[in-house]
């Protein structure tokens, strides 16, 4: 017996019942699809895939924000250091 070959969108479309509520043994009646690869389907196309997608995005987001609350102290250093130069020379200019 060969072996069937679906479609990325078919693929989903199984994966998206599934999260709908179907079970497993629903499609497999419905649509003559084995468990194993209704299972390698959901692996590879659930919603938990995207939130790797998410958490990746989320790490480079953290990654900016430490990157600009650096570039923030930094940039308070240098005011700090500038108001007591001016300061400084203000009280000479007295």
Do not use: C, H
């Not at 989903?12 to 084995?34: M, N, Q, R």
């Amino acid at each position: 017996m060969g072996k069937k070959l679906y479609d990325q969108e078919f693929k989903k479309t199984i994966v998206d019942l599934l999260e709908s509520g179907k079970t497993p043994k629903e499609l497999l009646t419905e649509y003559g699809v084995s468990l194993a690869s209704i299972n390698r389907w959901r692996n590879e196309f659930s919603s938990t895939t995207n939130n790797r997608e998410d958490l990746s995005v989320l790490e480079t987001e953290k990654q900016k924000v430490k990157a600009l609350e650096k570039e923030l102290k930094e940039m308070k250093l240098e005011r700090d250091i500038l108001k007591k130069a001016v300061s400084i020379f203000s009280k000479s200019d007295r």
